[in-house]
Every structure is written in C-alpha cells, then in structure tokens.
C-alpha cells in the first residue's frame, strides 16, 4: 500500500516563500521515490503540471509559470521530495498535489493548500 502525504501549505503575503514536502510510505515503511510530480489546482480550474524530480539522476523540470520561483529536490534527511517557491504570486494560490509513479502506477496524495494574499 503505498501513501503519499504532502505538507507545508499555508497562507502567505505575495513575495513571500513557502516549502512543500512529500513524504511517500510503502506498507507503512518510508520509501524513497524515483519519479515524483507536484501538480496544483486553483479553484475553478484544472489541475496543471508544477515541477518533477527523478531522483536518480537529478533530471527536474518545471512548468514555465514557475521557473526560476520554484525548486524541486530531494531532502535525504526527511527523505521527501520538497518544493521550495519562492517570490510568490497571488496566482499560485492552490492546492498543491505530490504523487509518484511506482511499477507503472500512480499515486496521489491528498494535498495541501497554498494561499498567497496580502
């Protein structure tokens, strides 16, 4: 069974910054992923692709909304993946989702919410 947990959401004033974590457990055992995503969903709208990380090589990519702002990696203390954003925007206000792909599935978390207002 596998789970993943995101954390870190909150409210802050544009500019601002804020760290997203995503810990993945499998069978109740911390697992670290090779392929993991964060996706966001602003209200009314559909969910778009943020950022990934294949931790074997380092490979990352970002949606261009978010480059240069936002940061993919790998903390191997807390062994999660975490997204650090940066210079914040109203427009990134959403509920941020990690999921990772194992054996060809997919797995969601349930999310976190961000919210960037003065």
């Known amino acids: 069974q596998v789970e993943v947990v995101e954390s870190g959401g909150g409210l802050v004033q544009p500019g601002g910054s804020l760290r997203l974590s995503c810990a993945v457990s499998v069978s109740g055992f911390t697992f670290s992923p090779v392929h993991t995503n964060w996706y966001r969903q602003a209200p009314g709208k559909e969910r778009e692709f943020v950022a990934y990380?294949?931790?074997?090589?380092?490979?990352?990519n970002y949606a261009d909304s978010v480059k240069g702002r936002f940061t993919i990696s790998k903390d191997n203390v807390k062994d999660t993946v975490d997204l650090q954003m940066n210079s914040l925007k109203p427009e990134d206000t959403a509920m941020y989702y990690c999921?990772?792909?194992?054996?060809?599935?997919?797995?969601w978390g349930q999310g976190t919410q961000v919210t960037v207002s003065s």
């Open positions: 999921n990772t792909v194992r054996l060809g599935n997919t797995y």
């Open positions: 990380l294949f931790s074997s090589s380092g490979a990352t």
